[in-house]
């Protein structure tokens, strides 16, 4: 079983959609939780992140994390086209020289 | 502008040819990192490195080498390069007192024959 699952998608939704884009994880020890977009031909850049358990919002994005269930969401409001890209959920331990372990990634569409 | 140089974007080579990947940050980052990234196998660490002269393996180091001689630069070393490491490679910096963000070069897409 790998540490953390991603549905790999493709998601396709229309635009003004809401999205929910979702991991689960297996480690307990995890306390810091990422979401990183990939567009398509580039590197991955932090979106959110999110210590411990609650909620985050910014802007259209919102990030959710249960530590009960070892389960975290992304929420993307009025989502546009230019939100399609590959979203990536990542998780560490502890901050500094930790390990980041990474889903999968999921596929995300908004059709115009 | 902050960022994590990769060169180059795109390579094709042949099996046993050896090739190295250059990776530069301008950012002061004690941590760099490499990282492939496979279709369904997402983001897979090769290996770490936490400051000068101090590098250690990550999930998949088989076939790799790396060095850091240098803080801003951290090359990924392929001797004998064989068609499972046809990939897409990413490099990596952090700023360990700094919080969690990993910023990620553009990509290296190898292609091994």
């Known amino acids: 079983q790998k540490e953390v699952e991603q549905d790999p998608g493709p998601l396709s939704v229309p635009e003004g959609a809401i999205v929910s884009l979702n991991c689960t994880y297996s480690?307990?020890?995890?306390?810091?939780f990422m979401w990183y977009r990939q567009y398509s031909r580039k590197g991955p850049e932090l979106l959110m992140y999110?210590?411990?358990?609650g909620n985050k919002e910014d802007g259209r994005f919102t990030a959710q994390v249960d530590k009960s269930s070892k389960y975290i969401s992304l929420f993307i409001r009025d989502s546009q086209p230019s939100d399609s890209a590959t979203y990536l959920c990542a998780m560490s331990v502890r901050g500094g020289y930790q390990k980041v372990t990474f889903g999968t990634g999921t596929k995300l569409q908004v059709i115009p | 502008e902050a960022q994590v140089t990769q060169n180059p974007r795109y390579l094709i080579t042949v099996t046993g040819k050896k090739l190295t990947v250059t990776c530069s940050q301008n950012m002061n980052h004690e941590y760099m990192s490499w990282y492939r990234q496979d279709p369904g196998l997402g983001l897979r660490q090769i290996y770490y490195?936490?400051?000068?002269?101090?590098?250690d393996k990550g999930d998949v180091p088989e076939g790799y080498k790396v060095s850091r001689k240098e803080k801003r630069n951290f090359p990924l070393i392929l001797e004998s390069p064989s068609p499972n490491q046809t990939s897409l490679y990413f490099c990596a910096s952090r700023d360990t007192a700094g919080g969690e963000k990993l910023f990620f070069g553009s990509g290296t897409q190898l292609s091994v024959l």
């Open positions: 480690n307990s020890a995890f306390q810091y």
């Open positions: 999110t210590y411990s358990s």
């Open positions: 490195s936490m400051n000068v002269e101090v590098t």
